[in-house]
């Protein structure tokens, strides 16, 4: 929580969650459960955080037609936007490939309900500066920005005067990427840190795409101080780059998916950065589990969740530290980087 190092800097904690899907079972389920429910005991840890980000995989409408041509549709009650307060979520990516399933229509009916309630957003919007438009939350004396991309479902694209997600392929060349990157740098300038969230690739898979390696890279360069990555089913790896930690997948938190017995989607983290004046210090993570469309705390299986993510993450360089007694894996932001060739 917020405070002061013993130099004098602000003492930070930002919690990151990965997809957050509202829609289906899940809302099937809050239709008698409290708004507070799909969080079960992952409260103790969130309360924690100063700010509180999500990647918001459903819309939040009443009305709206299904997506023609797309297998899965998720919406949630507008009601709903009371789980987020539940949590604390003040900040949410909309890139991603499920904000608008049910058409703009339902893609408008949720924008000021947000708006409304104090739920800051990034990565979708009515046209293609609001889609791109960072979103900047001050918390005490630092003033912290998300920028939110998607490589996902290209037909969604925001144009000048249409609806639709910030998309940036994941290629080197394509001119959307350098766009990225100046974007970054421009964000970069006027905040103390920024969050870029990646909604990218495939749903499975636990290796880390070469292709997302170098974009996490030049982002970082560019001025990136986390990069928190999401859209897989599954956790990957974190890596270090420039003191700088790259989240490549964050996960499913929350959602009514069924679970692969060897890919364990069900299987995630609350990522909780630290952070010391500007810079990242240290990135917590503590296991969860998906159960009953709930997130909890993950009990008897987290020492086997965290030895998976322990094994991803020192492939890519990264050394980390389980504490018993919190029941978190460290990861010390100041470690000596290994060279990366691939």
């Known amino acids: 929580m917020l405070g002061e190092s013993a130099d004098g800097q602000v003492v930070m904690q930002i919690a990151l969650l990965g997809d957050v899907m509202l829609g289906r079972l899940v809302n099937e389920q809050l239709k008698t459960a409290g708004p507070a429910y799909p969080w079960g005991d992952t409260v103790a840890v969130l309360r924690n955080a100063d700010l509180r980000v999500a990647n918001l995989e459903c819309v939040l409408a009443v009305g709206g037609a299904p997506e023609p041509g797309k297998v899965f549709h998720f919406r949630s009650d507008l009601k709903n936007v009371q789980c987020l307060l539940a949590a604390g979520i003040e900040a949410v990516s909309l890139a991603n490939n499920h904000v608008l399933d049910f058409g703009v229509d339902a893609f408008r009916e949720m924008i000021p309900v947000l708006d409304t309630n104090g739920?800051?957003?990034?990565?979708?919007?009515?046209?293609?500066?609001?889609?791109?438009?960072?979103?900047?939350?001050?918390?005490?004396?630092?003033?912290?920005?998300?920028?939110?991309?998607?490589?996902?479902?290209?037909d969604w694209e925001a144009r000048d005067a249409e609806p639709g997600v910030y998309y940036v392929p994941v290629v080197d060349g394509d001119h959307r990427v350098a766009g990225l990157l100046e974007l970054v740098r421009r964000t970069k300038a006027r905040v103390g840190l920024l969050i870029v969230s990646a909604h990218w690739g495939p749903n499975w898979g636990s290796g880390v795409p070469p292709e997302h390696r170098n974009l996490a890279r030049a982002l970082v360069a560019a001025g990136a101080d986390v990069v928190f990555g999401h859209s897989p089913h599954v956790f990957r790896g974190v890596e270090l780059y420039r003191n700088r930690p790259i989240i490549y997948s964050a996960g499913d938190f929350v959602d009514d998916y069924a679970v692969d017995p060897v890919e364990r989607n069900d299987q995630s983290f609350i990522f909780v950065l630290d952070t010391q004046g500007r810079a990242p210090s240290t990135l917590r993570l503590h296991p969860t589990v998906i159960s009953d469309f709930q997130a909890r705390l993950a009990r008897g299986d987290s020492h086997e969740i965290a030895r998976r993510m322990q094994r991803l993450s020192k492939h890519l360089g990264t050394r980390s530290t389980w504490n018993e007694d919190g029941g978190f894996l460290e990861i010390r932001i100041d470690q000596e980087e290994e060279m990366f060739t691939g």
Do not use: C, W, Y
């Open 119 to 154: 739920i800051l957003h990034a990565g979708a919007g009515p046209d293609k500066e609001a889609a791109s438009r960072p979103a900047v939350r001050r918390v005490a004396a630092a003033a912290v920005g998300l920028i939110a991309f998607t490589d996902n479902q290209p």
